[in-house]
């Protein structure tokens, strides 16, 4: 069954601090990797997308990782800021679909002053 | 910089009643979508649509559902009798493409609560 699971389920740091988030899928075939910033009662924003061959992708503050071998991939926050509050859902594409994505459940994020 | 609308932010209706969610996608987009997500969970696909035609759909989107581009701008969810299981956020996406590299844009998304 495809599916995305992701750690931790909430997380709260210090402002100023950085953070990893993890994201393990057993979606197949696979086509790309995204990772989704939602503030809350707000739509999903794009991070970063990755396919197949890119190992890291910045944005920013964001950098994200993946291990295609072992379905893994990180997204890493430095030195956060109280705007990074928000959910981050990790959401995989299927190859053989062009438009249906598999979401995870997201690591809910709170930064502290 | 374009974004993708929605209209309401928040609907109430009644078990049974018909409502229409609205979205007016990214101008230049080709291929739009719903999703939905119910409070504390996942974000679900419902549908996806491409030249005035469903390119694919979820088990969700049963009979009760259909969507519609009525004109040359908006993009519209209809739910025929709702139930109260039918409360969540939906969400309107669009993209340029549907190639796997391609951007979804998201809405703000509607809050429909069924009573």
């Known amino acids: 069954k495809n599916q995305v699971e992701q750690s931790p389920q909430s997380l709260i740091i210090l402002e100023g601090k950085n953070c990893t988030l993890q994201c393990n899928y057993t979606v197949s075939p696979f086509s790309n990797l995204r990772w989704y910033k939602q503030d809350t009662g707000r739509g999903p924003v794009s991070l970063t997308i990755m396919t197949f061959s890119e190992n890291t992708k910045s944005n920013g503050r964001y950098t994200a990782t993946l291990d295609a071998d072992t379905k893994q991939s990180s997204l890493h926050i430095t030195a956060s800021q109280l705007s990074d509050s928000a959910s981050y859902i990790c959401?995989?594409?299927?190859?053989?679909?062009?438009?249906?994505?598999?979401w995870g459940a997201g690591t809910k994020l709170i930064i502290k002053p | 910089e374009p974004e993708v609308t929605q209209t309401p932010s928040h609907q109430v209706t009644q078990m049974g009643q018909e409502v229409i969610l609205r979205c007016v996608p990214i101008s230049n987009h080709l291929y739009f979508y719903w999703y939905r997500q119910i409070l504390g969970q996942k974000v679900e696909f419902l549908v996806s649509f491409y030249n005035n035609e469903i390119s694919e759909k979820s088990e969700i989107f049963d009979d009760q559902f259909s969507v519609e581009r009525p004109d040359g701008s908006n993009f519209t969810l209809k739910i025929r009798s709702t139930k109260l299981e039918d409360s969540a956020m939906y969400f309107c996406a669009s993209s340029e493409g549907k190639s796997a590299t391609y951007e979804q844009y998201f809405g703000p998304g509607t809050r429909l609560t069924v009573t």
């Open positions: 959401v995989v594409s299927l190859l053989d679909s062009n438009y249906q994505l598999i």
